[in-house]
């Protein structure tokens, strides 16, 4: 505390000090777990003050919840220049470090609970999930996806968020290798579906077109190789073309 005259804020300034305020102790902890008592002291106001800007915990949370979403949403966008699979990589980056700064915030988030149940804070986690989906499409240049392509972006999006929960619960994988397994993993997605689909196939063609041998597609291919090497010539996938 300070001894000096404190300068008072205005009424918008003095929100967004609380919603930083709840996002970095929401970060923290899982949301009901963080009191109205906490959030005043940590801002050094009093508990009916911060009622004075905010009916309860849950629309304060709400709020909270909007900026995280907006930047979550934000570590999806990507300028559309160099090969795919760098550009996914970077994005994983940029989710994972989202995912470490908030870890036991995002996992009360994703996974629900009584704070997180209202009808608006699962609106702005499908927005999210749609702002992500629709960058992906942005990055493939697709404006109108076949049903397939949603199928990949949608599962890959589900994918993204189910790994870094399970990351979140002992961290027993490195990072880094978990980033690139994800872009491995929109890949290996995508080659599945190109094999049903020829629409898909040229997709992944036009893609893979743009790779270069030692992008995160690339060092796929490479282990992809070493480990069909390593199956007996006699098995069934050793005996097909690659």
């Known amino acids: 505390m300070t001894t ?3 300068r008072r804020m205005g009424v918008e300034e003095r929100r967004q000090q609380l919603i930083g305020v709840a996002l970095e102790l929401f970060g923290r902890r899982s949301p009901d777990e963080v009191s109205i008592d906490e959030i005043a002291s940590a801002a050094g ?3 009916p003050l911060v009622y004075h800007y905010f009916p309860g915990k849950q629309s304060l949370y709400e709020a909270a919840l909007r900026r995280a979403a907006d ?5 999806f966008r990507e300028p559309h220049q160099g090969p795919l699979g760098a550009r996914l990589l970077r994005v994983m980056g940029r989710f994972f470090d989202f995912v470490e700064e908030h870890g036991p915030g995002f996992s009360a988030l994703m ?3 009584p704070a997180v149940g209202s009808a608006a804070a699962n609106a702005m986690i499908d927005e999210v999930r749609q702002a992500a989906y629709e960058q992906i499409l942005a990055h493939l240049g697709v404006t109108d996806p076949p049903a397939r ?3 990949v972006v949608r599962s890959w999006v589900s994918l993204a968020e189910s790994t870094a929960l399970l990351w979140l619960d002992g ?3 490195p990072r880094a290798e978990l980033e690139s397994q994800l872009v491995h993993d929109f890949a290996a997605l995508a080659a599945v579906s190109a094999a049903y689909d020829g629409e898909m196939a040229a997709l992944l063609v036009r893609v893979l077109g ?3 041998a030692d992008g ?3 060092d796929l291919a490479g282990r992809l190789g070493a480990l069909l090497a390593r199956v007996p010539a006699g098995a069934a996938v050793a005996a097909q073309p690659v």
Not at 71 to 75: G, P
């Open 4 to 6: 000096g005259a404190r």
């Open 149 to 151: 392509l949603e199928l």
């Open 171 to 173: 961290r027993r994988i």
């Open 216 to 218: 995160p597609f690339g």
């Open 111 to 113: 996974r629900g609970g």
């Open 210 to 212: 743009e790779e270069p």
């Open 71 to 75: 930047e979550l949403a934000a570590r």
């Open 45 to 47: 106001i009093s508990r």
